[in-house]
């Protein structure tokens, strides 16, 4: 066995005994309120996970990349959602080839879009679900109103080899009232005018345990509820304890008394921000340490505030401010039990573009 | 031959033309002030370019990590500098292996460091070159003044498998005559005290054409030079045109008459700021247009100061806010001449953590 402190740095640690609690408290969480979980494997992108996902009553899962759901088909998952607008002739012939494979949903939030699956999907004996990307008020993707909804969604369901499956959302932070009204408008519009809306898709971590507040929705998909981080913790979705996955770092640089230098800088801990917090991650050994900046291989620490001092060689624990970009940094990272490490992962679909 | 508008995205593009340009300029600039060029390859990866570095003139290359050293050996680069604080058993297994196979020299700021290095290095026939660490501003690793350098390099001179080999900075941004002041000192001190300085290494692109205002150096690293970012142009290093790495994107969503949205997140732009210009990256379609969102998988563009619209499908070319984050994220770049794409290259020192 080796120990965690034994690993080279740096390394990325996840703890399976809080990745279980994670899963299982958010598939009960779904399963007391009759919502169907789709979790977002964006976050882990591991086939260990997204199968622990599955057994424990995930209807499916949700991939933001065809390589990434090319990745999962391989390990058998079979039902994979992608919530994404996907064009061009090379991604529509890999759409193809998983949907020979798998039960596959895709999105779309424009004609063009809807144009290109047509394209490609002709056979009236085994459509593509086509979900309708909604803005409901995040800003990203999305139609703008449920009368733009309705109208791709009859225009959808007018292509023979597509079929309509309902409407989808990464809703904006906080406003369950507002998503509501949006959605349950345009499903009341879309099923007014004789179509089914069989699935509504919301989405995120941080609103996760408030979701049944948007009562239109039928599933959703979080993907950040499995590691969680520093962000999410700001949100008040758990505490530092239920942060699954750390990045093992070594002190390298004591320059002065009140600065550190670690070895994982945004190479390892990525730039993302966290809004409730400031600097690069939360030091677990030195938690009012203060990680002032990073560059590539470098963060640069602020000790003013700590009663205790380390020495160069030590090892420290970093939180990240946004974990699902970490796990892309890395081939690999390794499971832990009890401060020990019992499997080394390759994060196989990591750095999948496309 | 594929055209770069056929390219899967999203993808990076590196002109080779642009990228020749850089690199000449840089080495005629170094050639013409009697400085050593050593260029940093964490900007590139590549050993095709660590290559041709070497072709036009460079004394060696620098490496941040073992691992990039490793895969550089490989291909045959025979002299390498990893300006950092080594630490660790295995990391050290690793470097006296490298030792063995090339002209390799590392740094230290600390004893800690120094003791680590002399544990494994104790060969007095074939010392360890070990350059000190000195921190002239930047705030990051390095010894804190002239004194504590001195007392660094009679330590490591003390050491039979050491070899004092001068002295490293990575200096801050724009205070040449202070660093130059800081390293003299040094430097005289040093050799005052009968220890020879042969190296005085200097980094950084953004002042590497001003790098002689710093008289005491006798070598320099760039290493953003060879692609130059959306950063340094704000630094006034050369214009956009002189940026050879783009992120070739596509439009997947137009939800609103001043709302685009790219299929390139901060898992292929990465999140890091630009200190001169807001948004993401800099559209070379759209000049005027700013990423003022990313997620993973999506930029959000506000195109309300652009003359002209895109179409969804359309392929947009992305210059980055910094290259160097880029380079980490994809295992491959696409070289290109003439709006063709002439050959694919593995980034094989990609991801290596330690």
């Known amino acids: 066995m080796i120990s965690i402190g034994d690993l080279d740095t740096p390394a ?22 009759g919502l169907k979980l789709r979790p977002h494997v964006k976050t882990h992108k591991l086939a260990l996970f997204a199968g622990r996902q599955i057994e424990l009553g995930a209807v499916g899962i949700t991939c933001q990349k065809i390589g990434e759901a090319e990745v999962m088909a391989e390990v058998g998952i079979r039902d994979i959602f992608i ?32 144009e290109g699956y047509a394209s490609r999907f002709g056979d009236p004996g085994r459509p593509l679900p086509v979900l309708v990307e909604c803005d409901t008020g995040a800003g990203r993707c999305g139609v703008q109103d449920p009368a733009e909804a309705e109208a791709l969604a009859a225009f959808i369901d007018g292509k023979p080899g597509l079929r309509f499956a309902g409407l989808m959302t990464y809703p904006p932070k906080g406003r369950m009232a507002e998503i509501d009204a949006w959605l349950s408008e345009a499903r009341d519009r879309i099923e007014k005018a004789g179509m089914p809306v ?19 929705a039928t599933e959703h998909r979080p993907g950040t509820y499995i590691y969680s981080d520093r962000t999410q913790v700001g949100f008040g979705v758990g505490g530092i304890a239920d942060c699954a996955l750390t990045v093992l770092a070594t002190v390298v640089s004591l320059p002065t008394k009140t600065r550190m230098v670690l070895d994982a800088g945004s190479k390892a801990l990525a730039a993302d921000r966290c809004p409730s917090a400031p600097g690069h991650g939360h030091i677990v050994e030195y938690p009012e340490a203060v990680i002032t ?12 505030g700590c009663p205790e001092r380390p020495r160069i060689g030590d090892k420290v624990r970093v939180v990240p401010n946004h974990v699902c970009v970490v796990t892309n940094l890395f081939d690999g990272v390794h499971l832990a039990e009890d401060g020990e490490v019992i499997a080394r992962l390759p994060v196989r679909a990591r750095g999948r573009m496309s």
């Open 12 to 33: 990325v640690v996840v703890d399976r005994r809080i990745v279980e609690a994670n899963l299982r408290r958010a598939q009960n969480h779904a399963d007391r309120q």
């Open 293 to 304: 900046g990073l560059s590539e291989e470098h963060a640069v620490v602020d000790l003013s």
């Open 198 to 216: 069989e699935t509504i898709s919301n989405g995120g971590t941080p609103d996760f345990y408030a979701a049944t507040r948007v009562t239109a």
């Open 83 to 114: 919530p994404y607008n996907i064009l061009g002739a090379e991604k529509l012939e890999r759409l193809l080839a998983l949907h020979r494979r798998l039960a596959l949903s895709v999105t779309a939030d424009s004609m063009a879009t809807v």
